[in-house]
């Protein structure tokens, strides 16, 4: 039999400063997540609670009102947004008061006023970079105009082209819709060049929230690997997975090593409960009362255990620990099976 493995503190010790992303984590469309308020606002007691959201259609007063509206207890300035990250780069590459054509929505625009830009829609007005940022009303007009001031490639003179960010989808209630990266690749396919990202993964996001609420211990949580897990890790933050959006327990046992998350939880209930650790012994690795074998090619569940998110935990521990592609192994379907809310 393997050998029971043990429980440490909650997620949550010694933190001072919890970062939530929304979609998918707070809320999937204009609803709450199951558990997702009362876990959040028992975590603020004692400790710092903020937001970092990629989505940029919105303003940081009106994501706060949102999130009032569900029941937390938030503030304009708990809600750090990639069109203020997004800012940050485009003071250090235009004079302020340049005009910039702006791809998006009210949230961007907001930002940009604000730093004292002029924004435009037409490339006729001569900008001086572009911003793009996903709004719902986002069209081919809009993507047109981008294109037409983008045609210079910034070496040979052209100007600056920075995106909010390039999350492929974004959590709706009826379900997943594309996200900015879609948008902004349409762009990329009509100019062949690349936008500078200011959101996830990016450390610029990350860096503006961590200034702004002085935190020295923080912890991230996010829902989706390739943007929210990664940018963490490259802010050298701890980082959550909730499995309440985008990735399933399938693309957490492919994570690669920079996408990793310290923690994996099925809700953010599993914030305020004992972890258990990971113990290895010889080639099988223990969660709980879940158990994983590597056997060669093969992954061989041991022991199920009494709960699924365990299961989860102890196959990715036993993969990741490998340092093996997942292409190189033959997965159980029952090791990647889903019970877990998602919208």
């Known amino acids: 039999m393997p050998l029971l493995s043990r429980t440490r503190p909650t997620p949550l010790e010694g933190i001072d400063l919890v970062l ?53 207890r ?4 708990d809600v750090v947004t990639s069109p203020q990250a997004a800012v940050r780069l485009l003071t250090d590459r235009i004079p302020a008061g340049s005009t910039v054509l702006v791809v998006g929505g009210d949230g961007l625009v907001f930002e940009l006023e604000r730093a004292g830009y002029r924004v435009t829609r037409s490339a ?14 986002v069209g081919w007009a809009q993507l047109a105009e981008a294109a037409y001031a983008l045609a210079t490639p910034e070496d040979e003179g052209g100007i600056p082209w920075i995106a909010t960010n390039t999350d492929w989808t974004i959590p709706q209630s009826r379900g997943i819709a594309p996200g900015n990266g879609t948008l902004v690749s349409a762009v990329h396919t009509a100019v062949g060049r690349l936008a500078v990202v200011a959101g996830k993964p990016e450390r610029p996001i990350f860096d503006e929230a961590v200034a702004r609420f002085g935190a020295r211990r923080p912890l991230f949580i996010g829902d ?9 890790h490259a802010a050298g933050i701890p980082s959550v997975l909730v499995l309440t959006g985008i990735d399933r327990p399938k693309h957490v046992l492919a994570a690669p090593k920079h996408s990793q998350p310290t923690f994996i939880v099925g809700d953010l209930r599993e914030l305020h409960e004992p972890y258990p650790d990971v113990v290895s012994r010889g080639d099988v690795t223990t969660v709980g009362s879940a158990a994983v074998r590597i056997d060669g090619p093969d992954v061989r569940i041991v022991a199920e255990g009494e709960r699924p998110i365990d299961l989860v935990r102890a196959g990715a521990a036993a993969i990741w620990g490998t340092g093996r592609a997942i292409y190189g192994f033959r997965v159980p379907e029952r090791l990647y099976a889903d019970p877990f809310h998602r919208p």
């Open 20 to 72: 939530a992303d929304l979609d998918g984590v707070v809320y999937a469309g204009d609803g709450a997540l199951p558990y997702a308020v009362d876990s959040l606002n028992r975590a603020a007691e004692g400790r710092r609670l903020g937001y970092i959201t990629n989505n940029a259609s919105r303003r940081d007063t009106v994501v706060a009102a949102h999130l009032r509206e569900l029941g937390l």
């Open 74 to 77: 938030t503030e304009p300035g």
């Open 124 to 137: 006729d007005d001569a900008p001086a970079a572009v911003v793009q940022g996903f709004a719902p009303e």
């Open 224 to 232: 989706r690997l390739d943007t929210d897990i990664a940018g963490a």
